[in-house]
């Protein structure tokens, strides 16, 4: 099964600076979402790209989607520390029911 | 309130034993998915259903089993043939689209002792 493979593993930033996080994939999708994961809690969905979209904005979120690349981002603008969780990317092939997750980034954003 | 629960949030288990865990949802979608996380891990597909009494395997199915009878409900049991057992185990639905995003439960922790 394909999996994504999000970069870096760990990012550390303080307050108010932006944060970026890679994903890449390895088949066709039909959409690719950014879930963020809070310590021992369950997952929570942050936006959702389609595969013939390159951009996508929600507040202070953009995810970028390259499908040559087979590669999307997501980009925390103006962090806060309350941004301080795991974010994964999932992929959602053409012909699947269920989502490809990655290992996520660990973001821990300090004051 | 619509929602996704999981219960319980923790469970100990002695070797040997089967435990059954629960997940429950109010949002009238028909799929339902079970994942397990291991620690600084993504997540893991151990089984889906797309629709009742219909159920499919995962990528990690072995050693555990799951039912569909009714559409809110979709348990998820590890057997004493699932070698580690020991892991955060998510519950998720969503609707029919392939655009639908998927709502997770908070989790059960299962710690085999």
């Not at chain 1, 969905?45 to 999307?72: M, P």
């Not at chain 2, 291991?38 to 089993?65: H, T």
């Not at chain 2, 009878?69 to 609707?95: D, I, R």
């Amino acid at each position: 099964s394909q999996q994504g493979e999000e970069d870096p593993q760990a990012l550390s930033i303080q307050e108010g600076e932006n944060a970026t996080m890679n994903c890449s994939y390895k088949t066709s999708i039909n959409n690719l979402q950014w879930y963020r994961q809070n310590s021992g809690r369950g997952l929570v969905h942050l936006i959702l790209i389609r595969s013939n979209e390159r951009e996508k904005h929600s507040g202070r979120l953009r995810v970028t989607l390259d499908t040559s690349k087979k590669s999307s981002s997501l980009l925390i603008t103006a962090s806060r520390a309350a941004d301080t969780a795991s974010y994964f990317c999932a992929s959602n092939s053409n012909s699947g029911y269920a989502l490809n997750f990655g290992k996520g980034t660990s973001l821990l954003v300090t004051p | 309130d619509g929602g996704i629960t999981q219960s319980p949030k923790y469970l100990f288990r002695k070797e040997g034993q089967n435990v059954t865990l629960s997940c429950e949802q109010n949002l009238n979608h028909d799929a339902m998915y079970w994942y397990r996380q291991d620690p600084g891990q993504g997540l893991r597909l151990i089984y889906y259903s797309q629709i009742v009494n219909d159920f499919q395997k995962g990528d990690i199915a072995e050693g555990y089993s799951v039912s569909r009878e009714k559409k809110e409900s979709f348990p998820l049991t590890v057997t004493s043939a699932q070698k580690n057992p020991t892991a955060f185990y998510l519950c998720a639905s969503k609707g029919t689209s392939n655009y639908n995003e998927q709502f997770f439960g908070p989790g059960t922790r299962l710690t085999v002792l």
